[in-house]
């Protein structure tokens, strides 16, 4: 009887909860005090109209910037490009900042609110005039913190999270390049280091390892340690100006890097010995300054050549691809692709012209060129175990009358790919291959080991 006394007594306070509601709270007329107020900090300010900055962090790093031109310079504590996206930062959030609350128009004490010796300080000058924000403690649940103007007496609220993006080291605000050059204008490319000297050459949109060897490189590969160079971040500067580099294994060097264009050098970088177990002392040929990067991008400078290699077996693209000439044993074939009508109703059609077959779909033999332009090398040896057994060779015609050779063959159950005009042989996967000899040949497919010698491709040797 009690428990169901509670719950008529609990419904009864709920109706009468919910009668007040619609009755007075909902029924009742908006007021001024229920419109959404906003209040800029700074009235009127535009963040492109901001010609200079000082910064006092929580750290207690005081920095002192100017506008020049496009760019921001710090002109104290030291002299050094800015971060512009850092910069940006700071003034879009000055022009947009809100006003959360008014605590207090004329308060009778700062300390309360952390603002009698503030955290953070951030001074801007537009013209001839410059105002000052002042940062004081968090409020009670964090969520805000306690602010005002230097010239003006009254307390009030900005979101915390903005706050954040104001409060700025030197470091942080300071361009932290590795180096400074156009990754794209970069048509050779040199590391000196443990595994010797290293160099690439751009020809066309391609590049090349002209140095220790000569064969295609990973254009890829390439492509993304330049994006390494030229957009990674410092981690720290540990020197402004070093009275030696030795102590930093920087003279000499462990790691030389010389990115050149039009036989200019755009930028040299050294790379010095580990600080700590995540990072490597690095300078820039450019600046005196020695600072340290992530350990990773050390180690990546420290790669063979052969790393670098193109993977792809072949350099077509079924786009561009024209002619393919296939031998096996005593048996070539030759496929090539005709184009039929004009102008938008043109169409490429796959043909067996060599010995001419009818019955050979085109689907096929587009399959079989789209398959051999997919094998990639697993790795590379200097040469294929003597005694190899020839397995398939390949002439393939593409990009206008370029042609490529490529033999595969066979030692001990792994199968290996020759390049006419590169040095060593890639190790393949053998099941690449077969999917190949599958279509070439449906019924001897799976005993590639047993396939008949092809004829040689001119040129290469197993």
Do not use: C
């Not at 020049?68 to 000055?94: F, H, K, M, R, Y």
């Not at 005002?148 to 409060?167: C, G, H, I, N, Y």
């Not at 391609?206 to 220790?212: D, E, G, L, T």
């Amino acid at each position: 009887m009690n428990r169901g006394r509670s719950t008529l007594i609990l419904l009864a306070l709920a109706a009468a909860l919910g009668a007040y509601i619609w009755f007075v709270e909902m029924k009742r007329e908006a007021t001024d005090e229920d419109a959404p107020k906003t209040e800029k900090v700074f009235a009127d300010l535009k963040a492109e109209a901001i010609g200079a900055l000082e910064l006092l962090g929580s750290n207690g790093d005081r920095t002192t910037l100017k506008k020049q031109g496009a760019g921001w310079l710090i002109e104290a504590p030291v002299q050094a490009p800015a971060d512009a996206s850092e910069v940006s930062g700071v003034t879009s959030n000055l022009a947009s900042l809100d006003l959360t609350r008014v605590i207090d128009e004329k308060p009778a004490s700062l300390e309360p609110f952390g603002l009698d010796a503030p955290r953070v300080s951030v001074a801007f000058t537009v013209g001839t005039t410059t105002r000052t924000l002042l940062l004081g403690s968090k409020t009670a649940t964090g969520g805000d913190t306690y602010a005002k103007l230097a010239d003006a007496p009254r307390v009030f609220t900005v979101p915390s999270w903005l706050e954040q993006s104001l409060d700025r080291t030197t470091f942080q605000l300071r361009n932290k390049a590795i180096a400074t050059f156009d990754r794209e204008a970069v048509d050779h490319l040199a590391i000196i280091g443990a595994p010797g000297t290293i160099e690439f050459r751009k020809q066309g949109d391609q590049w090349q390892i002209v140095q220790p060897l000569q064969a295609r490189a990973d254009s890829a590969d390439v492509g993304a340690l330049l994006t390494r160079l030229s957009s990674g971040q410092m981690q720290a500067i540990v020197a402004e100006q070093p009275a030696t580099l030795d102590t930093y294994g920087l003279q000499p060097a462990r790691t030389t890097v010389t990115a050149t264009g039009g036989g200019k050098t755009l930028a040299q970088v050294f790379v010095g010995t580990p600080s700590g177990d995540t990072a490597v002392h690095m300078k820039d040929a450019a600046r005196p300054i020695v600072f340290t990067v992530e350990k990773g991008l050390a180690d990546d400078l420290q790669r063979t050549a052969s790393s670098y290699r193109a993977k792809d077996l072949f350099a077509y693209r079924m786009f561009n691809l024209s002619r393919l000439v296939v031998a096996r044993g005593d048996t070539s074939r030759t496929f090539e692709k005709k184009t039929t009508g004009s102008g938008a109703s043109a169409t490429d059609t796959w043909t067996q012209t060599t010995p001419p077959d009818p019955n050979v779909k085109a689907a096929t033999i587009d399959d079989i060129a789209s398959r051999l332009g997919t094998i990639r090398a697993e790795g590379w040896v200097d040469a294929a175990p003597a005694g190899a057994t020839p397995v398939l060779s390949v002439v393939a015609t593409f990009d206008g009358g370029k042609e490529e050779r490529v033999a595969i063959v066979q030692a001990n159950g792994r199968m290996y790919a020759l390049r006419t005009g590169e040095p060593g042989a890639a190790t393949l996967g053998s099941p690449a291959v077969s999917d190949v000899l599958a279509l070439l040949d449906p019924s001897s497919a799976p005993a590639a080991s047993a396939a008949p010698a092809p004829a040689p491709v001119p040129g290469t040797k197993p």
